[in-house]
């Protein structure tokens, strides 16, 4: 069929099935937006900032696992857009991303909004294109989906000059994509994942290490399986809470920089590590000297380059989670359970010592209270998104994640301004959950713009924010690491959070009680419209355990048992 | 794994499409490896690109190198030379006052010759080993060269 470049890409994206596209217009991709205009096989979101389009995507995609799309314009478009895509970039997330770009014969020239946008986005996209010409376009949009989804996901993007977008010609989108020089491995070699059970079976202290590519390979039910089977116990990364569920008893708890004891220890004494999807971040091995000493490594990843990057590993099995454990569970029949209780034993009475923990009050909230609370009155129903910062950490600490895409953040980049328009992409895929961003009063404010967008597009998402006065993360460092100099954290001059979200067609509640913090979240539910719960909370709390950057990981701060005394206030 | 750094000389080949070059070379840059020299042709007949890189680094930088170049999307093929003939060429320009008889022997010497005689230069050229091409370039010193022009290893496995 003869259609302009513009059509083309909507006609693309139906053909993906796409049904919900983020985006901004502007001089080079006006065209597209014209053809957008005259479809109606996707709605289109306007957000009212880039970064937020493509965040938006990115929590959709993250959500559903599908595809999340965005559209922006050339020049300052997409630049504005390069946050998200190097934000989807760090946590494997498939997006395709279009953007303008001047006419062909313009580009090199500096012409007005003319930027080098995959030159810009080569570090922080999977793969991304500019196109030349109208026939190569059906094939690149295809091939974009693809690359996106396939292997390990991630963001790519097409770069697409105006009078490509004007051109007639004719459209054929492919059934399939020939890309000779890519081929990811899903299978794992079998010989090695023999190997791998073997190593299983004569461990005394194993232990699985959960990573987000569990998540990105819908593993979770099988994870579980194998967990349950063998009774080994486990650990998961930020990135992979809820792949477990909280109740699962083999569930240590997460690791890392802000894990818990258990978890942490649990990693020190190990003697077979089981990686799933991990890649051993620095967040979460601490000093790598000290990192597992005792442990032979089984590492399960699709990406090659991830196994031996940072540890030496025993077994590398390159492949997709999924598909390797389809072949190793049966090979654990003969398991024998008994041989890993001593080890059981040990990590129970790990916990038991310094449980994830935290003292209550009854003067003002706690933040790890305001958490457990919303883990309480809304569980396993919600969605849970977040900013970056402490209360990022105390959610994921605290709140009982049951299953995966349940807890959406950002981990690799840790972008401050995620958490509001990604829960706008997670509400839009699933309206009828609870979409609820737990954030802070810094992170809130960098994105804030798109309280207009979830206003108007009816997107009813609750904004939880845990209002310290302080750019709470950075405070808490300066408080262990700076001897108290708090340089530029304090936000005592705050908005009117009430009326900043009424203006935006919002609601807004002040909350610094537990009886407001139940009345306004119920009213809020009901209410069906976005808005800002304002939380007081306790200013100086600070996330424990804690890892110093750069310490060995058996090494934690540990919280406090009862109230310090002469503590700041 | 060995900590020593060790040179070494990777061929890598790649759909011949605009932009792969920068692909690869962004990729050392951004991760902080070497590269110490670099050649890229197309390969004949085909619709393939041939890039030599000469570089540096201890036994895991190596292997990441390869499988971040296996990690882009047009790199087909990456060949860590082991058993290789390896060759490099560089031109050198002489005043030609100098004793041309002499720069000439040197030359054929290092499997080369003069190319080129103008009315105030001479060129000469050398392909051979990159060690040998050192050892060339290190005794034409004696001989005021004016310019000197390597090319990068190109290698082929054996
Ligand atoms: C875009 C961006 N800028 C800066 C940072 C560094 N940073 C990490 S946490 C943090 C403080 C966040 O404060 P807030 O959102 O109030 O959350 P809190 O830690 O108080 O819970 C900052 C500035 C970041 N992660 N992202």
Known sequence: ???SGAQMVCEAIIAEGVKTVFGYPGGAIMHVYDEIYKQDGFEHILTRHEQAAVHAADGYARATGEVGVAMVTSGPGFTNAVTGLATAYMDSIPLVVISG????????????QEIDAVGISR?????????????????????AFYLARSGRPGPILVDIPKDITVDIGEFNYPDSVHIPSYKPTYKG???????????IKKAKKPLLYI??????????KLIRELAEKTQIPAVETLMARGVMGAKNPLLLGMLGMHGNYASNMAMSETD??????????????????????????????????NIAKLVDVDYPIVGDVSTVLKKMLPLLDDVNTARYQAWRDILKRYDELHPQSYVDSDEVIKPQWAIERLGELVGEDAIITSDVGQHQMWAAQHYPFDRPRQWINSGGLGTMGFGLPAAIGAKRAYPEKTVINITGDGSILMNVQELITAAEYKVPVINVILNNHFLGMVRQWQT?????????????????????????????YDVTTKEEFDAALEDAIKQNKVCFMNVAVNRFENVLPMVPAGGALFNMMLPPKTEENGGEK | MSDTNTRRVISVIVMNESSVLARVTSMFAARGYNIESLTVAPIPNSDKSHITIETQGNARVMEQITKQLHKLIPVYKVIEHEEMVEKEMVLVKFPIAENLSDIASLASAYNGGIVNVGKEMVVAQVADEPRRVKHFIEAAERYNPCEIVRGGVVAIER
């Open chain 1, 1 to 3: 069929m003869q259609m």
């Open chain 1, 101 to 112: 770009q001047v006419p062909l014969s313009l580009i090199g020239t500096d012409g007005f």
């Open chain 1, 123 to 143: 570090p922080c996209t999977k793969h991304n294109f500019l196109v030349r010409s109208l026939e190569e376009l059906p094939r690149i949009l295809k091939e």
């Open chain 1, 189 to 199: 070699n079998n010989r090695q994942i023999e190997k791998a059970v073997e190593a």
């Open chain 1, 211 to 220: 990573g987000g590519g569990a998540v990105l390979s819908n593993a979770y």
């Open chain 1, 272 to 305: 077979l590590i089981i990686s799933l999807g991990a890649r051993f971040d620095d967040r979460v091995t601490g000093k790598l000297s000290e990192f597992a000493k005792y442990a032979d490594i089984i590492h399960v990843d699709i990406d090659p380059a």
């Open chain 1, 480 to 508: 262990f690491f700076y001897e108290k100099r708090y340089s530029e954290t304090d936000l005592s001059f705050q908005p009117n959070w009430k009326a900043l979200a009424e203006a935006c067609g919002g609601i807004g």
